[in-house]
T-cell receptor, first 114, second 110 residues
Framework: DGGITQSPKYLFRKEGQNVTLSCEQNLNHDAMYWYRQDPGQGLRLIYYSHIVNDFQKGDIAEGYSVSREKKESFPLTVTSAQKNPTAFYLCASSIEGRDGETQYFGPGTRLLVL | GQQVMQIPQYQHVQEGEDFTTYCNSSTTLSNIQWYKQRPGGHPVFLIQ?????EVKKQKRLTFQFGEAKKNSSLHITATQTTDVGTYFC??????????FGKGTMLLVSP
């Protein structure tokens, strides 16, 4: 929300293809996250990064890969190994405040596998 | 691992009625946050609660954090059609990442 951009808004993929989802933030936040949202499933964490050149697997990392070469950017690649990639993908960034962390979400990318 | 359960999954109310969603964690939380996602949109941060027994209000919305810091609630008084959306709680314990509940979808009929 405000300062986080994701592209594209909609993405169509053929089975067997890798696709990369973009996430950029200009909020100077150290931490960035990727979530997957399916109907009735809430938000599930795919990968996260607390600092440049470092990232960690979340709860559902299989079939996905990320990189964090710049503070502002955290692209997500959905590989052909991901068996059910159709979903709404949300990127977030966060800053640690006095009382804890607040996450700010981008507008999301809807991925549809054809 | 940490689990955050949220109920109900779905609620349909008439405009003017009250609404409450409840959040329960399997572990003691350091803080809990609430987010709202409008249909077709993305989650937007509403509020964070940190202290045991804390109560915060935002106009018609009242947020509570339980004494044991394992549960929370969001209450909306006199719902309006603009309240439509899915409300998520998200909790954090220690150095863990934020764990989101599955959300409560609110539909308000005029």
């Amino acid at each position: 929300d405000g300062g986080i951009t994701q592209s594209p808004k909609y993405l169509f993929r053929k089975e067997g293809q890798n696709v990369t989802l973009s996430c950029e933030q200009n909020l100077n936040h150290d931490a960035m996250y990727w979530y997957r949202q399916d109907p009735g499933q809430g938000l599930r964490l795919i990968y996260y990064s607390h600092i440049v050149n470092d990232f960690q697997k979340g709860d559902i990392a299989e079939g996905y890969s990320v990189s964090r070469e710049k503070k502002e950017s955290f692209p997500l690649t959905v590989t052909s190994a991901q068996k059910n990639p159709t979903a709404f993908y949300l990127c977030a960034s966060s800053i640690e405040g006095r009382d804890g962390e607040t996450q700010y979400f981008g507008p999301g990318t809807r991925l549809l596998v054809l | 691992g940490q689990q955050v359960m949220q109920i109900p999954q779905y609620q349909h109310v008439q405009e003017g009625e009250d609404f409450t969603t409840y959040c329960n964690s399997s572990t003691t939380l350091s803080n809990i946050q609430w987010y709202k996602q409008r249909p077709g949109g993305h989650p937007v941060f509403l509020i964070q609660l940190v202290k045991s027994g804390e109560v915060k209000k935002q106009k018609r919305l009242t947020f509570q954090f339980g004494e044991a810091k394992k549960n929370s609630s969001l209450h909306i008084t006199a719902t309006q059609t603009t309240d439509v959306g899915t409300y998520f709680c998200a909790g954090k314990s220690g150095y863990s990442t934020l764990t989101f509940g599955k959300g409560t979808m609110l539909l308000v009929s005029p």
